[in-house]
Structure formats: C-alpha cells, structure tokens
C-alpha cells in the first residue's frame, strides 16, 4: 500500500458507482466495460494525464483516446470527479440533447474528447495522429489510449502498432483492458496477457503486464512508460464488472445497464455512492512556436496539359510551402499522387504511412484535432480501405481533406482492381461532406486550395491522364459553383460532366454540332454542394439533360444532378444517366470508355435518341 | 545442388523472361515484382501445388493466391508453363478483351484463378476461407498465399494472420516474398525478415526464412511446411527484379516494363528465350460426400412484431439447416445479429471471425469461391470497415450474401458511430448488386431465402427495432418488385418507404387521411433492382412522390427512386426525398426520427406542402 493506494481505490469505486448509475438511469450502455478499467482509470487521470480541466483545448495538455469508447460512462465519470461537469450532467447519459452520447463524440459541449470512438480500433491510430502533431509543434506532452480486448482483432490496431513504433512515437502509451469478455462471450485469447505482449513487443514497443485492478502496479507501469525509448505497451489483467459479484467476470453483461431493482446491492458492493473530487495534474508549459520561413515554391499553375493528380501534388507542395499547420499523409504511393513533392517541401510535416490507410485516416484525425491541416492522398480505390474511418469523421466533425487519384475506368490497363468507380457514392453519403472533381490542371489547383480552409471532410478526386488545360489560372471555383463551357440561347440539350468526363463532353458537342444539334455543356467540378440553379436553369432553358460520369451509375454525378432537380419543385424534362453499369477489364483509356458508354460518341448518341434525331 | 535444382532455375528462368516479354509487349505492368518471385513460384509449381490444370474448378486442388497480384505476370507465366493457355495468350496481357488483365480475376477465361487480387493485403483471407471449406468438405487439400512485402502494413495482413492460427488452418501456408522494395521506395522493414518471422510466430504461425533464390532451400521450407502443426509463415529474401542487372534491386523499376531497346539485353541476361513445360503434381482424390441430414428447424413465421435482424438470423439458421453448403460468418455480434442461432444448428459450418471485418469478407469470398453460399453479419456500419473488400468482391465476381443490422438513426442511445446510414449508398454503388430491405419478419425471411440464390453481392439491411407483421408468411417477395399497401384510384400523393419508414409512412397516410388527403404507400424494399415501373405509375397517377429513407439522403433510396423515374423518359411531377442531413446524437428512436424529419408527421408535412395544403 502505497500513500495514494487508498486514494485511488476511491476514485475507481466512484468511477464504477457512477458507471452504474448513470446507465441505470439511461435504461442501457456499457457499465461493466467501464468498470473493468476503472482502476486504469482513476490512476491515469489523478496522477498522469496531465491536462487542464478548465482550459481542454491547450495545446500543451496530454491526450486521452478512449479506443474502447463504449465504455463512455467511465471516461465521464472520471470528467465529472475532475470537475468537467457535474452529476447532474452525467446522469443525463444518453438523452436527448445531452453530450454524454452513448459512445464519446468531440462536440463543443464536450470538449474534454478529442476524436470520436464507438467504432472499435481506431483509437490508437488517432492518439498516434495526436503524438505526431505534438512532435511538430516541439510539444512534450504525451498520449495515452485504452483499447479493449476484443477490438485486438482489428488489423486497424495492428497498422496503428506497426506506425506507432516506425515513427519513433514513445510519447504514446497504450493500456489494453484485458478483461476476456466480448459482446457474445469470452474473446479469442481470454486473459493470456502474454499473447498481446509478445505481440506487441515483435511490433516494436516496450511492453508490461500488469493487474489492472492493482493501483500501486498500475502506477508504476505508468511511470515505466514514460521512460522508455519505445512507445509502452501496457496488458493490464481485468475483470468486467470488477467489484460486483453479480457482474464481475460474468457473460451476459455486455452492453446491459444494471437493473433499477439491483442498483442499490451493485453500489452497495462498491461502498456506496462518493463525492471524489481530485485535480488533474497541471499540463507542461509551451513554448511560443519558432518563426516560420514559407517556401519559395509558387502557386502552380498550367498551360499545357497536365494530369489532375499532378495538379493536386502540385497544389498540396505549395501549400505545405506556405501554412506552417498543412500536413501531407501518403499511403506509399506519393509519386502516382504527386504528395511526394509536398515531402520534398517539408519533408518534417510529410508523414509515410506506408500501404495502411485505415492508420492513415485515423492519424489525420487525430492531426486535425490538434489543429493541422491534414491532407491524405492515395489512390481513390484504395480510400475505400478506410470507409469506417472516414465514416467516422463525420462524428469526429473532422477536417478530413481527401484526394483519390485513379479515378474511373480511364486508369486503363490496370484494371479493375485499382479503379475508382464508387468514390462519389462513398464520399457524397457523408455528413457535411464536400466532393470536388476537377477536369483540368488550374481547377484543381483552385479547389486544393480552397480544401485547405473548408471545413468537414472533403474530397478531391482526380484523373490519372493528363488532360486539357480549360481554364486560367486566376479563374475562381466555388464551391457549389459550376462552369458552363458552351451555352446559347437556342440549345437542344445540356451535357453535364467533371473530370474527364468533360472533356468527352466537349468532344460530344462538336459531334452533335455536326448533325445541327446545340448543345450546352456545364462542368460540375463542385459536385456535393452542387450547382442547384444552374441545373435547373439548363432543364428549363433546354428540356433535356445528359449527365455523364467515370463512375458507377448510382451514387454519384448523375444521382447528385436528379437530387438537385428534384428539390427545385415540379420536374419537367428528360434526364439521361450514363455511367458505368458493368466491371471493367484491362484496355486502354479509350477502349474502356467506350465499352462504359461514356465516350463522346455515347454522349452524342444518347443526346441524339432523347431529342429522337 | 539437387537433382530438381536446374529443373527450378530453368523454370524460373523463363518466368522471369516471360514476365519481361509480356509486360514489354504491353508496354506497362510489373515484371520486376514477378521477377522476385519467380523461383518461389516455379519450386511451388512444379512441385508442391498440387492441381489439374485441365480441371482447374476440381475441388481436391491445391489452391494459389497471389495476394501481391500485381505480380500477375509471373502468374501468367508459370500457369503458361503449365500448359494452361499458350504463348500468344500470354503476349496478350493488359490488352481489350483478353483474360490476363493486370491484375488477376476470376473470370471464366482464367479459371485458374480464384479471387480478384490487386487491392493489397486481402490474400490471405481468402486463402483461410478456401481452407476452411475445404475443411467442411473434408478436402486435405492446401492452399499456398503469395505476399509482398508492401502488403504487410495492411492490417487486413494481420487480421487473417491471427484468424488463420486460430482456426488452426494448419493447410495453409504463407509466403512473403520479400523484396525490399515497395512502389515509391524501400518498404519500412527492408530485409529484415526477423520481424516478420517474430511476428508470425508472435501470431501463432510456424515461421522459417529462406532465401527466396535458392530452389533447394524453397523446396526444403515447402516440404517443412506441410508438416508443422500450425500454418506456416516463409520469409523469402528476394531481390526485385532479380537475374538483370539493371532491374535487379534497383529502386525506379516498380510497375514498368522494360523498355523494347532494353528486351534483348534483359532477356539475355537471364539466358535468353525458353520452352520450359511441366506438369504440375496430381491432386488429391476426394471421397464421396458424406449423407446430410437436415435439421428439424421450420422456416420462420411470424404473427406478432419481430425485428428484422431476428427475422434474418431465423431464416439464416433455417437456411443452415437445410442446405449444406450454407456457411454462417459472425463479426463478434451474433447475439445483435442473431446469427449466433444458425450457430446452434450448424456449428461446423459457423465461423467466428472475432470482430475483423475485413477478413470475415475476405474469408466469405474464399468460402464461395470453392462453393459455399456464405452469408456474414455484422452492424450495418461496420460493413463499412469491408469496403474495400465488398468492393473486390464485384471484380471477384463473388456472391458474397451480407446482412446489416441496426439501420438508421432508429438504433437511437447507442448514438453515431453505431448507426448505418450510408450503407445503401455504398452498397447501390457496386456492380450487379442486389439490395434489400425488409420492413417486417414474413419480407425478411422470404429476402433472406432469396439470397441464397442470389448472384453477385446481395445486402439485407436490418432493423434493431421490432416491427409488425404487415405480410402473410407465405407472401411472395420478388427481386425487383414492391408491395403497394395502400392505394386508390383518386389517390393524390404516393409515399414511399422501405424497412422501418414505411411503417411511418403507414402512419403518415392515417393523418393524412384526417386531412382529406389520400395518399398511395409503397414498401419499396428491393431497393436495387427497384421496381421502376410501379414507381412511374405511381408519378404518373398521383403526381407526386415522397420519398422516406432512414439513412442519409445521398445515394439511398430516394436516389434509387429518381434513378428509376429518369430511365423511364420525360418526367413530370414532384419527387421529395426525406432521409437524414445532419449528425445525429443519442436519444430515443423516435426522438431521432423526428429529429431527422422521417417520422410520420414529417412525411405528412411534406405531403400537404407538396400538395399546397
């Protein structure tokens, strides 16, 4: 017993106490998940975390990363002892309106969690975002993430385990609640601590076991791993339900709020209700930032063809040249997406993430947390390896900015595999998102550039050929703006596309021209927000549109057109789709354009047969 | 030197020139890659991977992954070598409408493969999926998985490395072809080939290194490697573009051909042009299936409200019951997903994937591609997680049967991260899916039969809710089709809804009704294909649709509907899409439906103001 063992063993029983509570009053939630690492817990926050209750946002607190975050009443009740809110804030736990979501969500009312969690295996990731953007601010503090057992199984985990020690984080400690009990029953390795340190050590961390429910052992674990050279690895050995005789290691308490007729004998057994207050220890001071000198590096810009990617490798170089806080992730493919220029322009704000892009996303959420400007860039196909991540940005409210290169069935030979053909789907489905979609070189040096300040997450997808050069360098994209490239006040049709597309629609005017058809053509670079007005202006003034697209027919350009004319009022007109229904094969560009039925001759014939010429 | 030494190396040899020729010829594609592993191919080959190259679909086969499929050159190589197709095929690489596309798939041309490769890290899943049908079938038969070293930070890598010890695959084995080199530079290990040694062994593998050129010691890791009671895990040190001194080990090189003034001497280097032919080792004769009995479970009905979920894990458990080639794949859920009751009636053909969604997919797709009709389950939000892999699945051409549960903002406390709202639009996007969303038990378990019939990718989104019965247990549910629930020959507006909205637009239509409006209902719950021409009736009649989804407004239902009314040529009327814009909290189902304006009183809102009343 040491001086603080009591103190301690205080704090952890209030924490399981009010974890009970709170989910009894919210009728469901995790009680006995929080209660497994409650003693983790209450040592980590009385005597670790260094953080400043009042102040959550300073730059020189350390991080807590709930990986486990349905044990959101535990995080909450250690808040509440810190003083972040009080009870009757925590009894709200899961109600409507209140910011004790079921599963820990950075709103402003809750400004103590940094990233959202919920979907299990992403904590780590994002603390490793965290220690990264500390390194670059030449901040010492340090980042701390409980993970749970089950979400072990995760390869999330294991891209964060690898990217954690290859980027010499050992100002990261992960804490794992061993606690053998998933959702459905016992977990793959039940208490066999040994397991995840061996792992854990043949991935290059420090690694310790320890009883979790021993304050003294746990402090010394955390002390250890403040000292090592490696990121520390903790196994702390738990029971679920720890100190309830009726929970504690017992299945069938998964995600089940004690019953309101149990309540009294579950908070009896931990020594009834407490009033533990403590103060976290203070956070380090910082220094101011050191001067930042920009780069020489101007604002690119096109008079020749170039490829939209390179534009957009381009325009990110620049601004890493320019923004101190623009930070550039490459999943090892930085010399097809370009991003490698941005590495030979700050090489220290450039971070290979090598082929994990779940580990990826997860670390630009958590750079963007700490106020970077994060861009993320492999190829469009590959993004959809981090969906949920993603996906969970938008419950992070996360300034995710995207570019998936090797869009559509237009890459060619290489196939199916690496084409983009869903991306507009995946990324307009999203919350607040922004999907931009550039047919020439200065447009997507416009639009990266606009990324820079949008918020939410945003997407740049990009062309693998070199297309074009359509418009100036100083012309100006808004967002939810469009271009029209051809217009009269007699035209037949309207074509619509972006990227590529485009150019086949171009290609299609001056083929319908022939035949004595006009046609409009209208570039929906912007296309989520997209250009309401002028599409519906088009449908008026032309009664006819046709919408094309290097992508599949649902999900993106062509649905994101019918969205925008169906929210003006009364439709009137024709509104023809085209955009990949089959799976492609190896060929050249053009070939498999034309095998899609989105080439200018497709573009043309479906104009021809909607006007019935 | 053994008696088979220059047997290999001859046969190396030609797969190292083959894979020069073809990818010259195509002017683009990876010889280098190929060239690394090319003796690990020719010993594997020509001597241990034991199959009739005329009977490529015979199950007692060995199988071939190559996870590092943009190694296909050399596949295509060695399968020539094998008499699988000749010369003039192989020359044809990368080119329209030939079957050696740039990465491989599983098309009917080459049967010899099959999974689609090419989107790194997703081999080995597929491997341990055919291993375990093998198993079910009781097949000893192996399989053999080529890594690449790049791959080995996907932690889809380690998510089937840790599944594959714990199924206790010991017929499967793992060769990492070990280069050093990824696509832009060194990878993040080089040649250290003891991390990846510990790590397998830290996985539960049997590990060994080898030098990854020398055809003796490869036969000697092979031979050991059917022996081990565990999978085996081969390091092989290989150089990228091995036998060619200006390929070999050169960084520059990845994923270019050599160009046609370099062939010859390229060619020469590695003694020019060969005629090598082998046959491959017979396979193992397999035993007459055992006799199946089926079990005593009924198919499903239902008189009173049942959730959806339980619905599919009825019907899931009865299908498992009947049929024997019906495998079951749970994510750690199937107490949500009530898959765990196809695991009481069919145990030896349920498979625990822990919660790693990637390689429940990726095994999924090994399971079928020896034959299985698996389905797996998961929380429909975490099938994001599998995007990549779902996505693969189309170019696999692989009937992957999928269920989502706990759709929508309806789940309600658990919050955000647990909610599927962008799941149709990922899953409209892929091509020749089907998708599907029941509104009550008797639809749920007539889809649910449906699918496992189905071609392609079918998904069954799920509610967590308990519904009524709106339909007769014996009631048909075509793909494709619709049910109109309610409707009139004066009806003024047609709402229309799928799973848990179309009860609210039932609701809807009550109020409606008080307000002397008569309003069509139409449950949708084929989502796609969707049936366009009740759809079109419906605007044509009525002259005016609502739309209803619970999940984001892009890329879901009301998409799909506006998708299907723009098929059918000029359109005229109004079309309102309800469907959730925002971020939602945790709160009541009801309180986030309304919340997210899709609750009855919405919709009826909608209605009158549609119609001016």
Same mark, same amino acid.
């Given at each position: 017993m040491g001086e603080n063992t009591q103190r301690w063993n205080e704090l952890a029983a209030q924490i399981a106490v009010d974890s009970i509570r709170a989910t009894t009053a919210a009728g469901s939630g995790h009680p006995t998940s929080s209660m497994s690492m409650a003693h983790l817990l209450a040592v980590l926050f009385a005597d670790h975390l260094r953080f400043d209750v009042k102040d +959550?946002?300073?730059?020189?607190n350390d991080r807590f990363v709930l990986s486990k975050g349905h044990a959101a009443p535990g995080l909450y009740a250690v808040l509440k002892a810190a003083g972040a809110f009080d009870d009757d804030a925590l009894m709200s736990l899961r109600r409507e309106g209140s910011p004790l979501q079921g599963h820990p969500v950075p709103i402003p009312e809750m400004p103590w969690v940094d990233v959202a969690t919920g979907s299990l295996g992403q904590g780590l990731a994002s603390g490793l975002g965290m220690a990264l953007a500390m390194r670059m601010d030449t901040i010492t503090a340090r980042v701390w993430v409980m993970l749970g057992d089950?979400? #072990?199984?995760?390869?999330s985990v294991w891209e964060a385990m690898e990217a954690t020690a290859f980027h010499g984080a050992n100002n990261v400690t992960a804490i794992l609640d061993l606690n053998r009990l998933g959702q459905r029953g +016992?977990? #793959?390795?039940?208490?066999?601590?040994d397991v995840f340190r061996d792992r854990a050590l043949a991935f290059g961390w420090n690694a310790v076991e320890v009883d979790g429910h021993d304050v003294d052992a746990i402090d010394r674990a955390y002390t250890g791993a403040a000292d090592d050279e490696r990121p520390t690895f903790i196994v702390a050995h738990t029971q679920k339900g720890h100190g309830v005789s009726f929970l504690e290691?017992?299945?069938?308490?998964?995600g089940k709020a004690v019953p309101a007729d149990k309540l009294d004998a579950a908070v009896g057994e931990l020594g009834g209700d407490r009033h533990v207050r403590f103060t976290p220890p203070a956070p380090i001071d910082i220094k101011d930032a050191t001067p930042f000198t920009p780069s020489d590096v101007a604002r690119p810009a096109y008079d020749k063809p170039v490829a939209t990617r390179k534009a957009f490798g381009d325009a990110v170089a620049w601004l890493a040249g320019t923004d101190r806080d623009v930070v550039v992730l490459d999943g090892e493919v930085g010399n097809s997406t370009y991003t490698e220029e941005a590495d030979a322009v700050a090489p220290d704000r450039f971070v290979q993430m090598y082929i994990a892009e779940q580990c990826m996303i997860g670390v630009q959420t958590g750079l963007q947390a700490l106020g970077k400007k994060a861009f993320a860039a492999t190829f469009g196909a590959f993004l959809t390896r981090a969906a949920d991540q993603i996906r969970m940005g938008t419950v992070s409210r996360a300034d995710l900015r995207l570019s998936g290169s090797?869009?559509?069935?237009?890459?060619?030979?290489?196939? +199916?595999?690496? #084409?983009?053909?869903e991306d507009l789907a995946l990324f307009r489905a999203l919350a607040g998102s922004t999907v931009l979609y550039p047919a020439d070189g200065p447009s997507a040096v416009a639009l990266t550039e606009r990324m820079a300040t949008l918020d939410g997450i945003s997407y740049l997808r990009s062309t693998r050929e070199a297309t074009p050069v359509l418009y100036a360098n100083d012309d100006v994209f808004p967002v939810g703006g469009s271009k029209t490239l051809a217009s009269s006040d007699h035209d037949d049709v309207t074509l619509i596309g972006a990227g590529i597309t485009l150019h086949e629609c171009l290609a299609a005017r001056d083929q319908l021209a022939s035949d004595g058809i006009t046609a409009r053509v209208v570039d929906c670079y912007s296309v989520k927000p997209i250009d309401v007005a002028t599409l519906r202006t088009a449908l008026d003034e032309t009664g006819h549109l046709v919408v094309v697209e290097d992508h599949r027919i649902e999900g993106g350009l062509g649905d994101a057109v019918l969205g925008a004319l169906a929210s003006t009022g009364t439709l009137a007109g024709t509104v023809d789709k085209l955009g990949v229904t089959g799976v492609a094969g190896s060929a050249t560009p053009e070939e498999l354009r034309a095998w899609a039925g989105i080439d200018a001759a497709a573009i043309a014939d479906a104009a021809r047969t909607t006007l019935g010429r």
């Open positions: +959550p946002h300073y730059r020189g089950s979400e #072990m199984a995760e390869g +016992p977990t #793959m390795h039940g208490w066999h601590a290691d017992k299945e069938g308490w998964h090797h869009a559509g069935v237009s890459i060619g030979e290489d196939g +199916p595999s690496q #084409m983009a053909i």
